[in-house]
């Protein structure tokens, strides 16, 4: 069984950064692929971003909306995964959660282990 808790989110002016935390326990993160997501109010998730297991290559993939801007990494000493937001919009407000996906990330279409959301908004 894994727990994840995501921290990091707050209140920032457009283009700032923030640097969001998914903390595991209960299990090696290292050993999954992880994916982060956000959910905007009156829109439908997204999934923003993976990195697949240290086996794997720790492989990365980004949504459009956030290739060139945020940035997927592993902190093993944390036993976290990290998901770095540079360049902030208005836009990228939501609430940003970490799931592990069933399979891998490219192929991934469901999820499981969702942590609490943390909260992101961008606003002047």
């Known amino acids: 069984q894994v727990h994840l808790v995501e921290s990091g989110g707050g209140l920032v002016q457009p283009g700032g950064s923030l640097r969001l935390s998914c903390a595991g326990s209960?299990?090696?993160?290292?050993?999954?692929?992880v994916a982060w997501f956000r959910q905007a109010p009156g829109k439908e998730r997204e999934r923003i971003s993976c990195?697949?297991?240290?086996?794997?290559?720790?492989?990365?993939y980004y949504a459009d909306s956030a290739k060139g801007r945020f940035t997927i990494s592993r902190d093993n000493a944390e036993n976290a995964v990290i998901l770095q937001l540079n360049g902030l919009k208005p836009e990228d407000t939501a609430v940003y959660s970490c799931?592990?996906?069933?399979?891998?990330?490219?192929?991934?279409?469901?999820?499981?282990?969702w942590g609490q959301g943390t909260q992101v908004t961008v606003s002047s």
């Open positions: 799931a592990l996906p069933l399979g891998p990330c490219g192929y991934a279409t469901d999820y499981e282990y």
């Open positions: 990195i697949s297991s240290s086996m794997s290559g720790s492989n990365t």
């Open positions: 209960g299990s090696s993160l290292d050993d999954y692929a």
